[in-house]
C-alpha cells in the first residue's frame, strides 16, 4: 500500500547490490528498481558521462543537460543495463591484464591467482537428483599448483548417491566485484558451466583410482574425483583439479547452461618443413598429491618421426626405456591427500598429473590436469639398474593418451619413471597446423 513514489525514494538510498535484490522481490518492485533516474545517478558516480558532444554535420558544440539528454526516449531499465555492461567490461579488462604475461617457463599465465582473486572468482558443483531437485554445493578448499588449480568440497550433508544423476562444475563470479570486501553469496551472480559428469551408477561406470581404509576413489573426466564412505557407499568428498590453460574463460565466458567454447587455432602453413607439425614440442610435467610435488620436470626439443604416426596417434617419447639417463625418481611417498570436516587420510599410489605441451611457437597445444594412479603390472622388470615390481599409469581422452611406467625399488623406497610417453591425436595435429597426416 506503500505509495511508489515514496519506494523510490527509499531505492535512492539502496547500493547497487541491494537495489539488484530488491528487484527481485516481486514485479512492481522489479519495475521501480530499474528507474533510469536512479540508475542514471549511480552510473555517473562511477564514469562521469561526456557533457559535451560533437555534432558532425555542423562545425559548433553543444553542451546537454546531463539529466534531460540521458533520460529522454530511454526504455526502462537501460541506464541499469549500461552500468551492469560497463562494470562487467572494466572487470574483464583488469582480468586480462593480469593473465596477458606469460611464464616463459610453463608458456602459461603467470598471475593466475592475482587473476581469481581480482575478479573474485569461486567455484560451486551442482548435485542434480531423479526428481529434478538440485543441491548447490559451495563449501570449497582451494589450492594452487604451478599449472592448476586444486578445488574441493566436503559436507555432512551430502544427498544420497543413488538417487543423483548429474553433476555440474560451475565457475562463479559476482557480477559486481568489490575488490575491498569478499564478494557476498547473496548477491548476484555469473554461473559459467565449465563441465557436466553423469552420477548413474557411478561404481559401474567410472574408474577406480585408488582406496584407503575409509575412501574409495572414482575419476570421471575432465579432472573430478568423487571420494565415497566405504562403509556407506555415500559421498565423502569431491575434488576438482583445472589446468590453469583458458582457466579464467573457461570459469568466466560460458553461461549457465553452455560451456564455453575455445576460438579454434589459426594454422600457419609451411610448404617448406616436410616434417611440420612433427618437432619442436616441450613438455612441461607436473606430478603432486595435492599437498606435495613428486615430480616437475621440463622436456624439450621432443619431436616425431613420420614412421612412429600410427591408429590415428602421433608418439612422442620422453622418457626412453633405452637411455636410463633420463630415467626420473619421484620425491616422497606418493599419494593423493584428502580431508573432510570430520576426517582425513591419503591414498596410496594415487596422484594428480598436470600436462602442459608447447608447440615450436610455444603456445599451448595440449593441456590438463587430471587425477591418476599406478597399477601394479604382471610384467617383471627387465632393467638391470631397476630390480622390482613396475607400475603404470594410462590416461586418455579425446586428444591424446599419456602412458606412464615406473619401477618400485625397493632398497630406496622411491619409484623410477622409466618409460614416458605421450600419443597425439592425429585429429588434433592436423586440426592445429593445417597439415594430413
Not at 117 to 133: E, F, H, M
Not at 414 to 425: A, D, R, T
Request: charged share 20%.
Amino acid at each position: 500500500s506503500m505509495p511508489s513514489e515514496m519506494l523510490m525514494k527509499i531505492f535512492s538510498y539502496l547500493d547497487v547490490v541491494s537495489l539488484l535484490s530488491v528487484g527481485c522481490v516481486n514485479k512492481h518492485f522489479y519495475h521501480l528498481a530499474n528507474d533510469n533516474g536512479i540508475w542514471l545517478k549511480i552510473y555517473s558516480s562511477c564514469f562521469p558521462p561526456k557533457r559535451v558532444i560533437w555534432k558532425m554535420k555542423s562545425e559548433q558544440t553543444e553542451t546537454v543537460s546531463l539529466g534531460c539528454a540521458a533520460l529522454r526516449d530511454r526504455e526502462s531499465g537501460y541506464w541499469k543495463k549500461e552500468y551492469i555492461f560497463k562494470q562487467i567490461a572494466a572487470v574483464k579488462t583488469r582480468v586480462m591484464r593480469l593473465v596477458k604475461p606469460v611464464d616463459l617457463y610453463t608458456g602459461l599465465p603467470c598471475r593466475n591467482r592475482e587473476a581469481i582473486k581480482a575478479s573474485g572468482l569461486t567455484w560451486i558443483i551442482v548435485l542434480k537428483d531423479k526428481n529434478g531437485k538440485e543441491h548447490v554445493m559451495e563449501k570449497t578448499n582451494i589450492s594452487f599448483k604451478d599449472t592448476s588449480v586444486i578445488i574441493r568440497w566436503c559436507s555432512t550433508n551430502w544427498p544420497c548417491l543413488d538417487i543423483l544423476s548429474t553433476l555440474k562444475l560451475f565457475g562463479v563470479m559476482p557480477l559486481l566485484p568489490d575488490q575491498s570486501r569478499a564478494p557476498s553469496k547473496n548477491g548476484p551472480r555469473r554461473h559459467s558451466l565449465i563441465a557436466e559428469y553423469h552420477l548413474a551408477n557411478l561404481t559401474e561406470n567410472s574408474i577406480a583410482a585408488g582406496a584407503d581404509k575409509l575412501v574409495q576413489l572414482f575419476s570421471l573426466n575432465p579432472g573430478l574425483l568423487v571420494g565415497l564412505w566405504k562403509e556407506k557407499n555415500e559421498i565423502a568428498f569431491v575434488m576438482a583439479s583445472l589446468h590453469y590453460h583458458q582457466l579464467i574463460e573457461r570459469s568466466t565466458l560460458g553461461s549457465a547452461t553452455v560451456q564455453y567454447a575455445l576460438p579454434p587455432n589459426k594454422p600457419v602453413l609451411d610448404d617448406v618443413d616436410s616434417e611440420y607439425g612433427l618437432h619442436d614440442y616441450s613438455l612441461h610435467l607436473d606430478m603432486h598429491g595435492g599437498s606435495c610435488t613428486y615430480l616437475c620436470g621440463t622436456f624439450k626439443s621432443l619431436f616425431c618421426r613420420k614412421g612412429d604416426i600410427a591408429n590415428g596417434y602421433l608418439r612422442l617419447t620422453v622418457v626412453s626405456l633405452k637411455d636410463n639417463t633420463k630415467h626420473l625418481p619421484l620425491t616422497g611417498t606418493v599419494g593423493l591427500s584428502w580431508e573432510t570436516d570430520v576426517f582425513k587420510g591419503n591414498v596410496k599410489d594415487c596422484y594428480v598429473m598436470d600436462v602442459t605441451l608447447l608447440d615450436g611457437t610455444e603456445k599451448p597445444f595440449l593441456c590438463f590436469s587430471a587425477p591418476v594412479y599406478m597399477e601394479l603390472s604382471s610384467k617383471a622388470s627387465s632393467l638391470y639398474d631397476y630390480m622390482g615390481h613396475i607400475y603404470t599409469t594410462d590416461y586418455a581422452d579425446s586428444e591424446g593418451k599419456v602412458c606412464v611406467e615406473l619401477v618400485w625399488l625397493e632398497k630406496t623406497k622411491e619409484y623410477f619413471v622409466v618409460n614416458l610417453v605421450l600419443y597425439i591425436s592425429t585429429k588434433k595435429i592436423n586440426n592445429w597446423y593445417g597439415t594430413n597426416y
